[in-house]
């Protein structure tokens, strides 16, 4: 059964860090891309980065280019998401996802909370 | 980039059948047939219902159903039932800044 599982997340302050990872499972981690979703409160879903398989592209949402870094180990089949130089405006639940356009495996999603 | 445009709220009787509409420009939904629909219940990670325009994953009702007409892509769900109340989400392709843009968010209502 194909599955992923992310970790870490939590409260942070304004112009702090944080790295998201996910878990992939059940599935060839190697022959998908990856992506980062998020949704902010009572918001709506926006993409923030897209990584392919060999990691020679990487796409990010303007906002966060710059500041958030999109990665991948296929050797552990784990996706990261490097945040940098937070902002208010970042808090949201953060979801990878299987796909570059659309994703059809979705993990369970973890809360940025970034706020001083 | 501004989201592509989703009326905020839809409603049906159960068995009725309703559509979502999902506007965007020639930057996207007008240019490509990568336009894909998620449903998401509260408090859970979307689900994934159309893909490429009009495409089921498996797994996937065939009451759910997409189309496209210029600009504007279209989700369907005949013979509306209860679990079928939940946000509804598109998505689709871009050459703008921002490469994928999803839709405002449609609440769908059983009545």
């Known amino acids: 059964e194909e599955q992923l599982v992310e970790s870490g997340g939590g409260l942070v302050p304004p112009g702090g860090s944080l790295r998201l990872s996910c878990a992939a499972s059940?599935?060839?981690?190697?022959?998908?891309?990856m992506s980062w979703l998020r949704q902010a409160p009572e918001k709506g879903l926006e993409w923030v980065a897209t990584?392919?398989?060999?990691?020679?592209?990487?796409y990010y949402l303007d906002s966060v280019k710059g500041r958030f870094t999109i990665s991948r180990d296929n050797a552990k089949n784990l996706l990261y998401l490097q945040m940098n130089s937070l902002r208010v405006e970042d808090t949201a639940v953060y979801y990878c996802?299987?796909?570059?356009?659309?994703?059809?495996?979705w993990g369970q999603g973890r809360l940025v909370t970034v706020s001083s | 980039q501004s989201a592509l445009t989703q009326p905020a709220s839809v409603s049906g009787s159960p068995g009725q059948s309703i559509t979502i509409s999902c506007t965007g420009s020639s930057s996207d939904i007008g240019s490509y047939n990568y336009v894909s629909w998620y449903q998401q219940h509260p408090g859970k990670a979307p689900k994934l219902l159309i893909y490429?325009?009009?495409n089921r994953p498996s797994g996937i009702s065939n009451r759910f159903s997409g189309s496209k007409s210029g600009n504007t892509a279209s989700l369907t769900i005949s013979g509306l039932q209860a679990e079928d109340g939940a946000d509804y989400y598109c998505?689709?392709?871009?050459?703008?800044?921002?490469?994928?843009?999803f839709g405002t968010g449609t609440q769908v209502t059983v009545l």
């Open positions: 059940g599935f060839t981690f190697t022959s998908h891309w």
């Open positions: 490429d325009v009009n």
């Open positions: 996802a299987r796909g570059a356009g659309w994703y059809n495996y």
């Open positions: 998505n689709s392709y871009s050459t703008s800044s921002t490469r994928y843009v």
């Open positions: 990584i392919k398989q060999d990691e020679r592209e990487k």
